[in-house]
């Protein structure tokens, strides 16, 4: 395990080291080991401690707050829909860009056209 700190929080427990399993039995895979420069370096390192926050909540939580959202921007009207729609909107933008490196050309189109489907849904409650 490493002992490094997380977004600059020396309280914070260590990360597992990749191939380590966790104390919940998943593992740390790293996909793309090129060190990220100005922007990504960047949204990387603020991404890091919500990243830690999200992994140690059990599984289903984060699937009952994307459903959530769908059900709120499907079935709210106007304001209420085009706002559940744009929360969800970017949380799956945050996670598209933080996995693109890792991503082959499927992943990408898939990504994108769950974003511009969410966008255009968000666009249709506004109007």
């Known amino acids: 395990m490493f002992g490094h700190p997380v977004a600059g929080n020396r309280n914070h427990p260590p990360i597992l080291a990749p191939g380590v399993p966790g104390p919940d039995g998943r593992t740390?895979?790293?996909?793309?080991?090129e060190k990220p420069s100005g922007t990504r370096a960047a949204v990387e390192?603020?991404?890091a401690?919500?990243?830690?926050?999200?992994?140690?909540?059990?599984?289903?939580?984060?699937?009952?707050?994307?459903?959530?959202?769908v059900?709120?921007?499907?079935?709210?009207?106007?304001?209420?829909?085009?706002?559940?729609?744009?929360?969800?909107?970017?949380?799956?933008?945050?996670?598209?860009?933080?996995?693109?490196?890792?991503l082959g050309m499927q992943g990408r189109?898939?990504?994108?056209?769950?974003l511009v489907l969410v966008a255009a849904f968000a666009v249709d409650h506004l109007l």
């Open 28 to 33: 740390l895979i790293l996909v793309n080991t």
């Open 109 to 114: 189109i898939l990504r994108i056209a769950a």
């Open 45 to 47: 390192r603020w991404s």
């Open 71 to 102: 059900a709120v921007g499907l079935v709210g009207s106007g304001w209420v829909g085009a706002a559940g729609l744009l929360v969800l909107l970017v949380l799956l933008s945050w996670f598209a860009y933080l996995s693109w490196p890792g």
């Open 49 to 69: 401690a919500p990243l830690v926050f999200l992994t140690r909540l059990p599984r289903w939580v984060l699937l009952a707050v994307i459903l959530a959202l």
